[in-house]
């Protein structure tokens, strides 16, 4: 039934997109853009109902650092949700940030990217979450679509795009045309495995113990998939597993490349797939459009000609590709249209509270 109450309010809220993703969660405001980029990461004390002590930046600071009552976790694993209650408290202290940076926004409508594939359990998880913090409406859309729509692809007409996003947790593939996915595929290899292979090669080959960050820190500055003009050389540092004792060594670009080859294999491996399932027609308009690489694994440095040499395709990074599923989200809070179109619905076995 019509609100004139609720009418007004839609009028002035400011509504929220947010990207919730495996390594990082970014939030949109209408008419304000990107206004937070955390790391998806929270302190808890799990003797105290896991009642969060850090969100974000704060609690990715306490990783590897935290005493024995402290736990610093990360509520989505290899792109699904691993704590729902975790990932509600998560969801909620990012929108109440919002409340505190712009004043509280009265019943805004909430845009939520998720990863392609999830259970209707996760999908009420992430639906109710949003509804627990304040939303007056909770909208769901897959990343892969909110990328392609960040992206600028044309994907609500009658011809093919592709996006592959390359997350923290997941790599997801996707073949879309008239606002629907056609082909994809969602593969659970992406930042985070590269970064355990990076650690597993310094401890196989050097007898060395790094951490994550260090890992994360070393792909970003040499990383590659496809050999560079000029190869590069990067610190590494760690403990000594022979000594005990820690140690610092110089590691080539050649070596990271050789390092998290299996990861981007696999990444190549599922696109050929996805290509190969795809209708001759939209292979034909992907012939001519080409591929856009999002997500922060799409910055690995060569990445894009890797895939080119493989597919026989062009294949491009999109521009700014880390923000492209949040921009997506915004977009589809400013066009409703659209957001009609690629919402995934969320099924409830009974109505929710």
């Known amino acids: ?15 929220i997109g947010i990207d919730l993703g495996t390594a990082t969660t970014l939030v949109y405001v209408r008419g304000k853009g990107i206004v937070i980029n955390e790391p998806s990461v929270v302190a808890i004390n799990p003797k105290k109902n896991k009642i969060p002590l850090a969100v974000g930046a704060e609690a990715k600071r306490m990783v590897g650092r935290t005493p024995a009552n402290i736990v610093a976790i990360r509520p989505l694993k290899d792109g699904v949700i691993s704590d729902f209650d975790v990932t509600r408290e998560m969801l909620r202290y990012f929108i109440h940030k919002v409340h505190e940076q712009f004043g509280r926004i009265p019943y805004p409508r909430v845009v939520i990217g998720i990863p392609s594939g999830v259970t209707e359990v996760e999908k009420m998880a992430v639906h109710d979450a949003a509804r627990e913090a304040g939303a007056r409406e909770a909208h769901l859309i897959e990343e892969p679509m909110a990328a392609a729509i ?23 593939v996707a073949v879309i045309s008239l606002g629907g996915i056609v082909v994809s595929r969602s593969v659970r290899i992406a930042g985070d495995e590269m970064d355990d292979e990076v650690i597993q090669y310094a401890r196989s080959n050097y007898n060395l113990l790094i951490g994550e960050r260090t890992a994360e820190m070393v792909k970003i500055a040499a990383g590659s998939a496809f050999p560079l003009p000029e190869e590069r050389m990067v610190s590494l540092r760690g403990r ?42 939209l ?41 492209c599923v949040v921009r997506g989200t915004g977009i589809s809070l400013e066009e409703i249209d659209i957001l009609n179109q690629v919402e995934v619905p969320v099924q409830y076995a009974r109505a929710p509270r």
């Open 240 to 281: 000594d597993l022979v000594t005990g004792l820690p140690r610092s060594m110089d590691i080539s670009s050649v070596e990271l490349r050789e390092a998290i080859s299996g990861s981007v294999s696999a990444i190549v491996e599922a696109v050929k797939s996805t290509l190969e399932e795809t209708p001759p027609e």
């Open 1 to 15: 039934m019509f609100s004139p109450l609720r009418a007004l309010l839609g009028l002035f809220a400011r509504d």
């Open 150 to 172: 960040g992206a600028g692809l044309p994907v609500t007409e009658a011809t093919a795009s592709m996006i592959i996003d390359i997350g923290g947790g997941t790599t997801e």
């Open 283 to 323: 292979v034909a308009d992907l012939m001519h459009h080409g591929i856009a690489l999002a997500g922060g694994g799409a910055l690995l440095a060569g990445l894009d000609q890797r895939l080119t040499q493989e597919t026989k395709m062009r294949v491009y990074v999109a521009d700014d590709p880390i923000t």
